[in-house]
């Protein structure tokens, strides 16, 4: 089992940055893959970016060339780099941690509002 704990949401305006962070506890060794994904108001859960521990990284259309996904301590501990934020940044972002196995992990979220 994995625990995971987001923090760094907040308030920001358009145009600003935020940094999130995910601190991953337990049997985090079978981790192989890490990602944020977030939930806007009345939509589904989407797709941020991801990191492998090799340290590959994917992200979403909508946030490439704006947000960075890194790693610390291995998958230890994640963090999201939002730059040039917009309101369609607003949501609750969650981290997740996968398995190699398939199985994976929520966080309980963080909420970010990005104001115009």
């Known amino acids: 089992q994995v625990q995971l704990v987001e923090s760094g949401g907040g308030l920001a305006q358009a145009g600003g940055s935020l940094r999130l962070s995910c601190a991953a506890s337990?049997?985090?060794?079978?981790?192989?893959?890490m990602g944020w994904y977030r939930q806007a108001p009345g939509k589904q859960r989407e797709l941020v970016a991801t990191?492998?521990?090799?340290?590959?990284?994917t992200y979403a259309d909508s946030v490439e060339g704006r947000f960075t996904i890194s790693r610390e301590n291995g998958l230890a501990t994640v963090y999201l780099q939002m730059n040039s934020l917009k309101p369609e940044d607003t949501g609750v972002y969650y981290c997740?941690?996968?398995?190699?196995?398939?199985?994976?992990?929520w966080g309980k979220g963080t909420l970010v509002i990005v104001s115009s």
């Open positions: 990191i492998t521990t090799g340290s590959s990284t």
């Open positions: 997740n941690a996968k398995y190699r196995n398939g199985m994976e992990f």
């Open positions: 337990g049997s985090i060794f079978r981790i192989n893959a």
